[in-house]
């Protein structure tokens, strides 16, 4: 199997991206992720001490976000933060849509002291990530990266072609599989997952997995658009892939074997 480069790029600089939104908070608590860091510190005292300064923050940070309060008044955190937060700005007010809500706040796997925040209006949603450190017997928001504004109101592109004559059967197993791939894909779901497919695609999948930054766990992607093409006695299947920070294209070779339509290989364009 290829490892999808452009996605490959996109785990590399993700830390580099800009704005978010924020809103009359609203949040639903969530379990922390398996395999979650939550600190270097273990202390009972220091876990609750920590755990209250990222909320406190998270809450007005998706407040301001919203229009609501200004980057000077985020609590628990440092003066770079709160300067980088006013750089990044609030969502555009013609951008709006209903309140956003706080859906996530949860520790980052594989990241001491970080946090990855979701937040969701009715149209969009944006991720965070924050990271906290102890600065004089208190824990300050030391990183933050906002959401990319660019990427999430990007506008949609082109219709996809109407698909060929007789695909129907393999396009079909082509979303099946990105159901469970693209969630495994980044750090959001186990290999069994992945169906239909190849018991040597899956092995190959297994024996090199992909190293997902505690960012890109944050992130859903979805399939936008997917198109279909003749390949030898099978298809190619060209789905394009928008995750809120990026859309890119991955290569899928679908065959039939014993009646069955399997994904054999997956792959990126470039």
């Known amino acids: ?8 790029a996109a785990l590399a600089c993700l830390l580099g991206l800009a704005g978010c939104g924020g809103s ?29 300064a990222v909320s406190r923050f998270a809450a007005a940070y998706v407040r301001f976000l919203d229009g609501v309060g200004t980057a ?19 969502i555009p007010a013609a951008r709006r849509r209903g309140t956003l809500l706080m859906t996530e706040l949860r520790p980052a796997v594989g990241a001491s002291n ?24 208190h824990w300050l928001v030391a990183q933050l990266t906002p959401p990319d504004f660019v990427q999430v109101f990007a506008p949609a592109g082109p219709p996809p072609p109407p698909p060929p004559p007789g695909s129907a059967a393999a396009e079909n197993a082509a979303r099946r599989f990105l159901r469970g791939y693209l969630p495994w894909l980044y750090g959001q779901a186990p290999l069994r997952a992945i ?17 997902i930054p505690p960012t890109m766990q944050a992130l859903r992607p ?5 198109a279909m093409q ?8 060209l789905p394009n892939i928008s995750d809120g ?10 065959a039939q074997t014993r009646g069955r339509w399997l994904v054999s290989n997956v792959s990126s364009p470039r």
């Open 1 to 8: 199997m290829t490892r999808p480069r452009s996605l490959l």
């Open 24 to 52: 009359h908070i609203a949040t639903r608590p969530t379990t922390s992720a398996p395999g979650a860091t939550r600190r270097a510190s273990t202390t009972t005292s220091a876990i609750a001490l920590e755990d209250a």
């Open 72 to 90: 000077t008044g985020l609590p628990d955190a440092t003066s770079s933060v709160r300067a980088l937060a006013a750089r990044a700005g609030s």
């Open 114 to 137: 970080s946090y990855l925040l979701t937040a969701r209006d009715d149209a969009h949603a944006f991720y965070a990530q924050m990271t906290l450190a102890e600065q004089h017997s």
């Open 195 to 211: 169906t239909p497919a190849t018991s040597g695609m899956l092995a190959d999948l297994k024996a090199h997995p992909l190293r």
């Open 222 to 226: 979805t399939v936008a658009a997917i």
């Open 230 to 237: 003749r390949r030898d006695r099978g298809w190619q299947a």
């Open 245 to 254: 920070h990026e859309t890119y294209e991955l290569v899928l070779t679908v």
